[in-house]
């Protein structure tokens, strides 16, 4: 492949340097983290905290409500970027962000801006499952993102296409303009797939198909919400997107269908962190404990239910058992800055 001239994202990263019914099974009922006392007295000048959150619109809705509810004398905000634009902003922005915490970072942008994170090392990691635990201690896993192959019954009918029963079928011309995928430059669920892909097949073979799916996108989307989002609007047939976002779907009544190919379902690890500097103030400080004690758990119990925490036995209605996973393995900070260097949409 040839590389972009105008990959924004990668120029400006490396220049700046009704809710479904379920139940948390037993054993979950153990995980009762507590947060650490402040080792020092905090300010208390401002009780304005803005959040940047990677997570979809339904669950930072939720996010805000719960937090006005908890915290009514605080001014908090949350506003939605992609995974990639906020790593790049909080890159760009350093110390001077306005940004007080964020929320659904991929940890390998999350290693890229590692500098610029206050130390959370003092919240205790032994709550977590061996691979959500963070060395160095300047952010904190938040969630397991499994992606899928998502299609729309409805408009591979209308199109008379057969349903796909592997990635090789998605090149087939039929499908062109009727797949959805995500810009892995500004997604980390996006660079999943890629990653999941050249795992397993090797680099070279990886994006050769990509460069030939190109030729049946819709869409690249900014975000990993967006070909669900397609999918739903019967805009798209086929969509490269997140697990949870379908069932969430599907359990307010869509019609959509979740795949997983022999490759198995690829996955990426989403992190929280407060910008350093940040970590003076007690507003700051409370809403991000009321994130560590609480609202990561809800997040799991609500949407998505895929192990960050040991013993943690979710029930969502729809939501697929016995997920094989994708190898992930080698998904570092500088091998995705590499094969994004050679992606260009």
Request: aromatic fraction near 12%; charge should be negative.
């Amino acid at each position: 492949m040839k590389k972009m001239a105008s990959g924004i994202f990668i120029f400006t990263l490396l220049a700046a340097l009704a809710l479904p019914v379920y139940g948390l099974a037993d054993e979950t009922e153990s995980i009762s983290p507590a947060a650490p006392e402040a080792s020092a007295e905090l300010d208390t000048s401002s009780n304005k905290v803005v959040i940047y959150s990677g997570a979809e619109e339904y669950r930072n809705e939720y996010f805000l409500e719960r937090l006005k509810e908890e915290f009514p004398d605080y001014d908090i905000s949350i506003e939605y970027m992609p995974t990639g634009n906020l790593a790049a902003k909080l890159a760009a922005e350093g110390s001077d962000t306005d940004m007080d915490i964020f929320y659904d970072l991929d940890f390998s942008y999350a290693g890229l801006v590692e500098e610029y994170l206050a130390d959370v090392s003092a919240y205790d990691q032994s709550i977590y499952v061996d691979d959500c635990k963070v060395e160095g201690g300047h952010y904190l896993a938040a969630t397991r993102n499994g992606g899928a192959v998502i299609i729309n019954p409805d408009v591979l009918e209308e199109n008379g296409i057969e349903e796909p029963a592997s990635y090789a079928d998605l090149l087939k011309p039929e499908f062109k303009g009727l797949v959805s995928m995500p810009d892995p430059k500004s997604s980390g669920t996006g660079y999943m797939f890629v990653k999941s892909l050249v795992n397993a097949w090797g680099e070279e073979e990886a994006f050769d198909y990509f460069d030939s799916l190109a030729e049946n996108i819709l869409q690249f989307t900014s975000s990993g919400s967006g070909p669900v989002n397609a999918l739903i609007q019967g805009e798209a047939a086929v969509g490269l997107g997140m697990t949870a976002q379908a069932v969430t779907a599907i359990n307010e009544g869509a019609n959509l269908k979740i795949l997983f190919f022999e490759e198995g379902s690829p996955y990426s690890l989403y992190g929280y962190a407060i910008p350093k500097g940040k970590e003076t103030r007690k507003a700051v400080k409370d809403v991000f404990d009321f994130f560590y004690t609480t609202l990561v758990l809800e997040d799991k119990e609500l949407y998505y239910p895929e192990q960050v925490f040991v013993g943690q036995v979710n029930e969502i209605e729809n939501f697929p058992k016995d997920i094989e996973y994708s190898d992930m393995s080698g998904n570092t900070t500088e091998e995705k800055m590499r094969l994004l260097e050679n992606w260009e949409y």
